[in-house]
């Protein structure tokens, strides 16, 4: 028969073992996963942690996936269960949308959604995808600081938004809140567009883009924070002060040379 003190020394051993087991690894939501920019930062992040994707089609690459819209409550409540970061790009990115039509639902209602649900399951840090378009109707401006806000269109009004909805989540719930204002990114090799020249003020690329959010998932604690995310660009036009501050972010690639176009 077993000893009688089996069982209290067998207790003692899983203790000591479960103080000397690796901790478990932190699950990072990203919504938005299928998607350009998700693609980026999700696969730039698999060796880092453990990923759930959401989108409303399947993401490549994601074993833990979440197919469903960002303004279905039901469906955000399901994908937040025992997350730890939560990186939102979900939404409607783009800068001729109508409001009512395209960025309503997505943008606002389904913002509120995934914060509320945030902060109802335990969820540590969210990351929002801010927009330069928050700013850039301040022509005027040499350079663009986090202080800058004047919408550029209803897109950008609804990441302006965003921004201070997760800062109320802050000040009221203690959400951990960034704000990222990510530049022009399109992760192509060699991309048509930037024969436009304003795009090399606001580029970003993708091993930057990739690197910028591992550091602002691992980033010490900052409470609520507002940055730009670009590569080495002309004129510093978007002023990575803060980013280096809170995130030790140091861009790395500069903007390619625009490809001849015959």
């Not at 990072?28 to 996963?33: E, K, M």
């Not at 600081?145 to 009221?172: C, I, M, Q, S």
């Not at 399109?186 to 991309?191: A, E, F, Q, Y």
């Not at 304003?198 to 959010?213: T, V």
């Amino acid at each position: 028969a077993p000893s009688s003190r089996s069982a209290p020394a067998s207790r003692w051993v899983d203790k000591i073992s479960a103080m000397h087991a690796s901790p478990s690894p932190q699950l990072v939501l990203v919504t938005g996963a299928a998607g350009n920019v998700g693609q980026t930062i999700f696969h730039g992040l698999k060796a880092h942690c453990a990923l759930r994707a959401f989108d409303l089609k399947p993401t490549p690459g994601a074993d833990d996936t979440h197919v469903g819209d960002i303004a279905d409550r039901a469906a955000v409540d399901r994908a937040v269960v025992g997350v730890d970061t939560i990186i939102h790009l979900g939404g409607c990115p783009r800068m001729e949308a109508d409001f009512m039509r395209d960025l309503m639902k997505p943008n606002i209602e389904g913002l509120w959604h995934i914060l509320d649900a945030a902060r109802l399951a335990g969820v540590k840090r969210f990351i929002f995808a801010s927009s330069t378009n928050v700013a850039f109707g301040a022509t005027e401006l040499p350079r663009l600081t986090t202080d800058t806000v004047h919408v550029f269109n209803p897109y950008g009004a609804t990441k302006a938004f965003g921004e201070n909805l997760g800062r109320w989540f802050h000040d009221t719930y203690g959400l951990e809140f960034l704000a990222v204002r990510i530049g022009y990114f399109s992760g192509l090799s060699v991309d048509p567009a930037l024969c436009e020249a304003w795009l090399h003020r606001i580029w970003l690329g993708p091993k930057d883009c990739a690197n910028f959010f591992r550091l602002a998932v691992a980033a010490p604690h900052f409470g609520y924070g507002i940055v730009y995310a670009c590569s080495r660009c002309p004129e510093n036009y978007l002023d990575l002060t803060t980013a280096k501050a809170l995130l030790g972010y140091e861009p790395e690639e500069t903007v390619p040379d625009a490809p001849d176009v015959p």
